[in-house]
């Protein structure tokens, strides 16, 4: 355990200096973000003042249900592509190889290499929902923070197994990655991402219901802004959960099944 935890601080320690380095490109994500936020600030003002009937059951305010689907969604969309631009960038650097012929295992390089993305991608989330509260008055008074936690928590391990696969698919196709795309951008729309499920047609709900971020989005809206508890939030915990214990050790060993695939056929660099 000692080693992993040093293991991990050098991942950290690494992967700051290196992004560090490119403070622009920091400040320009969050500003991104920030734009996003204004652009629904006055949407919300288009639905009837920012109540709608398909929001009833969130509270009924679009601002406030878009500022939590604006957060949440492009932190998921990060910790979803965050393992393959890693070992993408490991191959265009040339290292790739040399990582994964060290004493560190290549399932515990997968991760550890995105452990800073975890931790410095929570501040994009934190800053719209401070800016949310704060500027644009988004109430989250009700909110049950217990509930929340656990599932942000069983999110981000979802989210993290379908990462992996992700991770294990530019192994195998070195170029394009349809799970990222499918999960990333098909799944922001049909997840309810920016505007309830409920407006789509019956068809594409039923596609919805295959979605993880479906599940995250719903509960978090839930215990944010009505102050549901555990037990209110029960069947899509439950989801997410059951979809993290199949998939997470599923992916890892996909993946580990990838690494030796390559190094037998000596295609790890290859891009």
């Given at each position: 355990?000692?080693?992993?935890?040093?293991?991990?601080?050098a991942?950290?320690?690494?992967?700051?200096?290196?992004?560090?380095?490119y403070?622009m490109?920091?400040?320009?994500?969050?500003l991104?973000?920030?734009?996003?936020?204004?652009?629904?600030?006055?949407l919300?003002?288009?639905?009837?003042?920012?109540?709608?009937?398909?929001?009833?059951?969130?509270g009924?305010?679009?601002?406030?249900?878009?500022v939590?689907?604006?957060?949440f969604?492009?932190y998921?969309?990060?910790?979803?592509r965050?393992?393959?631009?890693?070992?993408?960038?490991?191959?265009l650097?040339?290292?790739?190889?040399?990582?994964l012929s060290?004493?560190?295992?290549?399932?515990t390089?997968?991760?550890?290499?995105?452990?800073?993305?975890?931790?410095?991608?929570?501040?994009?989330?934190l800053?719209?929902?401070?800016?949310g509260?704060?500027?644009?008055?988004?109430d989250?008074?009700?909110?049950?923070?217990?509930?929340?936690?656990?599932?942000?928590a069983?999110?981000i391990?979802?989210?993290?197994?379908?990462?992996?696969?992700?991770?294990?698919?530019?192994?195998?196709?070195k170029?394009?990655?349809p799970?990222a795309?499918?999960l990333?951008?098909?799944?922001?729309?049909?997840?309810?991402?920016?505007?309830?499920i409920?407006?789509?047609?019956q068809?594409?709900?039923?596609?919805?219901?295959?979605?993880?971020?479906?599940?995250?989005?719903?509960?978090?809206?839930?215990?944010?802004?009505?102050?549901?508890?555990?037990?209110?939030?029960?069947?899509?915990?439950?989801?997410?959960?059951?979809m993290?214990?199949?998939?997470?050790p599923?992916?890892?060993?996909?993946?580990?099944?990838?690494?030796?695939?390559?190094?037998?056929e000596?295609?790890?660099?290859?891009?």
């Amino acid at each position: 355990m000692r080693f992993l935890i040093l293991k991990a601080k050098a991942f950290i320690r690494r992967d700051f200096q290196i992004e560090s380095s490119y403070k622009m490109n920091f400040f320009m994500t969050i500003l991104d973000s920030m734009i996003i936020l204004v652009f629904f600030y006055f949407l919300s003002k288009l639905v009837a003042g920012g109540e709608s009937r398909y929001l009833s059951r969130f509270g009924g305010n679009f601002l406030s249900f878009s500022v939590i689907g604006l957060a949440f969604a492009r932190y998921f969309q990060l910790t979803l592509r965050m393992f393959s631009e890693s070992i993408r960038a490991a191959q265009l650097s040339g290292c790739l190889e040399a990582m994964l012929s060290s004493q560190t295992g290549a399932v515990t390089i997968v991760l550890m290499s995105s452990l800073y993305g975890l931790i410095s991608g929570a501040a994009q989330p934190l800053l719209i929902l401070v800016a949310g509260v704060l500027v644009m008055g988004v109430d989250l008074s009700h909110m049950d923070v217990l509930a929340t936690l656990l599932v942000l928590a069983f999110s981000i391990l979802t989210f993290v197994a379908f990462g992996v696969l992700s991770a294990a698919t530019i192994l195998c196709l070195k170029k394009g990655d349809p799970l990222a795309w499918i999960l990333g951008g098909m799944g922001t729309m049909l997840g309810g991402a920016y505007f309830p499920i409920d407006v789509l047609p019956q068809w594409l709900q039923q596609v919805s219901f295959l979605i993880p971020i479906t599940y995250s989005l719903e509960a978090l809206r839930l215990t944010m802004l009505r102050g549901y508890t555990l037990e209110m939030v029960a069947r899509p915990l439950l989801i997410l959960a059951a979809m993290a214990a199949i998939l997470l050790p599923g992916s890892l060993a996909l993946f580990a099944a990838m690494v030796r695939k390559g190094r037998i056929e000596g295609t790890l660099m290859q891009y």
